[in-house]
């Protein structure tokens, strides 16, 4: 089970079956705010909803193809940073993320990527990550423009966000210029 002290008030680890309602939780109250930049929203309906997700989380970190970690601040859960999904072939992961937004604002995200990152390049031994972020999501395209990341491109039209598709920007960083 994937758990990293990130400093004093934050953790990020996997989660567990117990933990499936206070997600469920975090993103209900968060719907709204949430449903701006993530497709998938509308399908969490209820806490079992959750669990289906934490133990599908399993599976992938099981199977080396992501790693869904909840993010704790103060000890309550309060977002998920993730490796979507590892491209072991060309040594690349995929980091998404997301907050609730009753704790935007304290650099609770920075400082869990970062802490990811380290563990992308160090534990998980990758040459580069990656952050797609969608184009008028100025807080999420903040994160990596904060933490040094080159923007690559645009990916047009790359996301199906319930009506409409949506751009993304790409981020990279690779190894080497990562500045712990």
């Not at 933990?19 to 209820?46: G, M």
């Not at 599976?59 to 490796?83: C, D, P, Q, R, T």
């Not at 491209?87 to 650099?107: A, F």
Request: proline residues 1%.
């Amino acid at each position: 089970m994937f758990i990293y002290e990130v400093d004093d008030e934050i953790t990020i680890r996997m989660l567990n079956a117990s933990d499936a309602e206070a997600l469920f939780t975090i993103t209900d109250n968060s719907r709204t705010y949430l449903r701006n930049c993530l497709p998938w929203v509308d399908n969490t309906k209820t806490s079992k909803d959750s669990l289906e997700f934490i133990l599908h989380s399993f599976e992938l970190y099981a199977n080396k193809h992501g790693l869904n970690a909840g993010i704790f601040y103060k000890e309550e859960l309060v977002g998920m940073v993730s490796l979507n999904q590892f491209d072991w072939t060309n040594r690349i992961g995929y980091i998404g993320y997301w907050l609730s937004k009753n704790y935007q604002g304290k650099g609770i995200m920075t400082r869990a990527v970062r802490a990811l990152i380290d563990q992308s390049f160090n534990y998980f031994e990758l040459n580069k990550v990656e952050i797609r972020a969608a184009v008028h999501n100025k807080s999420s395209r903040a994160i990596p423009e904060r933490l040094g990341f080159k923007k690559e491109g645009i990916l047009r039209q790359v996301e199906w966000l319930y009506d409409h598709y949506v751009d993304h920007t790409v981020y990279g960083l690779l190894k080497n210029e990562w500045i712990t």
